[in-house]
């Protein structure tokens, strides 16, 4: 039952890749996309085990990693990271409420996308790092 589990969520993530990178690339919401793999991932550390849902993280961001080819490594580690804040955290909020997920994942998305940015920054590659790109992470944090 655990491989049909593990099996699932691979689906799940390569589904979400495959429309992330076709339908949603070209549905932009001023000028950001929204970040399904974050998002799934991210609701998914609520049901899961710690270590799982690290794992599941790590994997994640190894397949998106993967399809944008410029930097291995860099969402691995921001989901990484974000999901080990989350899980840290998650024990002191309350499940069952139907606005602490949404405010969990609009906290995880905008400290991913510092952390990407942090991680673009100490790579050299974080030239275009400036008030547009924070405006790029609340406009992707909300959508």
């Known amino acids: 039952m ?5 099996f699932i969520f691979f689906i799940v993530i390569c589904l979400a890749l495959i429309i992330e990178a076709t339908f949603f690339s070209r ?17 998914m550390s609520f049901f899961l085990r710690s270590r799982t849902s690290i794992l599941y993280a790590g ?5 998106e990693d993967l399809y ?3 930097m291995i ?11 080990y804040m989350v899980r840290s955290y ?14 969990i994942v609009l906290t995880s998305s905008i400290t991913y996308y510092f952390l990407m940015g942090a991680i673009l920054f100490i790579a050299g590659k974080g030239y275009f790092l400036n008030i547009a ?3 790029n992470i609340l406009y992707g944090s909300i959508y």
């Open 133 to 135: 790109y924070i405006q």
């Open 68 to 70: 944008i080819g410029s």
């Open 90 to 103: 998650s024990s002191r909020v309350i499940r069952e409420n139907i606005i602490t997920p949404l405010i």
């Open 73 to 83: 490594g860099s969402n691995i580690l921001a989901l990484v990271i974000v999901i």
């Open 27 to 43: 549905l932009k919401f001023f000028g950001t996309n929204p970040n399904l793999i974050l998002i799934i991932v991210v609701s």
């Open 2 to 6: 655990k491989i049909f589990r593990h």
């Open 59 to 63: 994997f994640a961001g190894l397949l």
